[in-house]
């Protein structure tokens, strides 16, 4: 993966109140990134846990602490999904009657 470098001026007195090491700066920066991005659908679910250096169940836990949803369908997908969900679900039943 190729990456770019980005440098990052703060003033002291807010590094200083961040009580962390650069390294831990850096480390909150990207998961910063990585759920505003994911937030705005510009990365999907994979590539901003990845972007954040975080499992996909650690980043599902911290867009559950920051309320950011995992789906968010609009009205009419929400239901299209339902209605697709019960016709499968009415086959599975007449599978398994079988």
């Not at 650690?58 to 867009?63: A, H, N, P, Y």
């Not at 950011?68 to 697709?84: A, F, M, Q």
């Amino acid at each position: 993966m190729q990456t770019v470098t980005i440098k990052l001026q703060f003033p002291k007195h807010v590094f200083l109140h961040w009580g962390k090491s650069v390294e831990g700066i850096e480390k909150d920066v990207k998961k910063a990134t990585a759920l505003e991005l994911f937030r705005d659908k510009r990365l999907s679910f994979g590539k901003a846990s990845e972007l954040a250096g975080m499992s996909l169940s650690d980043f599902m836990d911290l867009t559950r602490e920051y309320k950011i949803p995992l789906v968010d369908y609009s009205p009419e997908e929400l239901e299209e999904e339902i209605k697709t969900s019960k016709v499968l679900a009415q086959k599975l039943k007449k599978m398994t009657r079988k």
